[in-house]
């Protein structure tokens, strides 16, 4: 099946679309009017094929004024919220940029579990001064909301970030690699007393709760980017096309007008680039992957020899159908693991 996507990364509204997937996405898609939501299915509608049972998710700020909203996104054809939580911590809240309290977050969840029969939200750990029992209180506090996929994302310091100049200039103090991993294991059993298991490396569901739309990419599906910042795969029959657009909105607008898209980057993948994003997504998954299909895509088979150091190693495994896992002990270094099988 061919699945096509819409990404917006960096501006108000995102649009994904796949035969089983809608997702609005990027930037305050929350932010429309439940109208514009309308509209836009609307418009899909008469240009997809989309399947009876299809995931239409939007993400949404916790705010008061946007959980008002809810009501009237459901009624435009939203069946799926994702809320940006982040922490139930307000001094966090408002260390992390965040707007909204957390008063206003446990109402938008409970608002939205009210509207809609699925839900997420996400929550970042690993923040400054955080200790494990910290953390362990306020994870039990966010599933006591009995969500049925939650978004757990380990805080990182990207360079050239105002986070990373805090912490060079020792204003704020992450925790250390052993609390990190304490972090991890209390996040993982938690989770599964809780009954939302990891299925992916930073997400958690119950059984067949799990993210139609984030799933293309971590199966290596094909998606399509459509708006500023916005990043596409599309197989031609020439091969896998790797596509990004303008970042500034008022650029890409200006593209679309005069050129009719705003792609700016249009490459084709060779068979090691197809291998390397395979191996780098697919290993996110607590499935993991199918070293035949890496053999499809690349012409080459991983080396046994790796894996077999990696097994001896505890951190990856074959399942009973033979597909290439991470193993729980592997989780936490996955980038390590990654980069070790891809050499």
């Known amino acids: 099946m061919s699945i096509g996507h819409f990404a917006c990364l960096n501006a108000p509204i995102a649009i994904l679309i796949a035969m089983c997937s809608i997702f609005f996405g990027g930037g305050t898609p929350s932010l429309m009017s439940p109208s514009t939501v309308e509209a836009i299915l609307g418009q899909i509608a008469r240009r997809w094929s989309l399947a009876k049972d299809v995931e239409i998710t939007l993400e949404a700020n916790p705010t008061s004024v946007e959980a008002s909203r809810f009501k009237g996104f459901k009624a435009a054809g939203v069946n799926r919220v994702s809320l940006g939580v982040q922490a139930l911590n307000d001094i966090d809240l408002r260390e992390l940029g965040r707007q909204h309290s957390v008063a206003e977050a446990l109402m938008a969840v409970e608002i939205a579990n009210s509207v809609f029969q699925r839900t997420s939200f996400d929550l970042i750990y690993g923040r400054a001064q955080q200790t494990p029992a910290a953390w362990r209180k306020e994870l039990e506090l966010a599933l006591a909301r009995q969500p049925e996929h939650i978004s757990l994302y380990q805080l990182t310091i990207e360079p050239d970030t105002m986070f990373e100049r805090m912490v060079k200039a020792g204003k704020m103090l992450v925790p250390d690699a052993d609390t990190q991993r304490a972090l991890w294991d209390v996040t993982q059993e938690v989770t599964a007393r809780y009954g939302l298991p990891a299925y992916e490396v930073s997400n958690h569901a119950r ?116 597909r290439l896992r991470v193993s729980s002990e592997g989780f936490p270094v996955l980038d390590a693991v990654v980069a070790d099988l891809a050499a």
Request: aromatic residues 8%.
């Open 207 to 322: 059984p067949g709760a799990e993210s139609r739309h984030n799933l293309v990419y971590w199966r290596y599906g094909e998606y399509a980017g459509v708006g500023p910042g916005a990043h596409g795969r599309l197989v031609t029959a020439r091969g896998r096309r790797a596509q990004s657009t303008e970042r500034h909105p008022e650029m890409w607008l200006t593209c679309v007008e005069t050129e009719g898209h705003g792609v700016v980057e249009d490459e084709l993948l060779n068979s090691e680039q197809e291998g390397d994003e395979f191996l780098l997504m697919g290993l996110r998954l607590r499935e993991g992957i199918d070293p035949q299909r890496y053999f499809l895509l690349t012409g080459k088979k991983l080396s046994q020899s790796r894996i077999s150091e990696l097994i001896g190693d505890g951190l990856v495994e074959f399942t009973r159908d033979n």
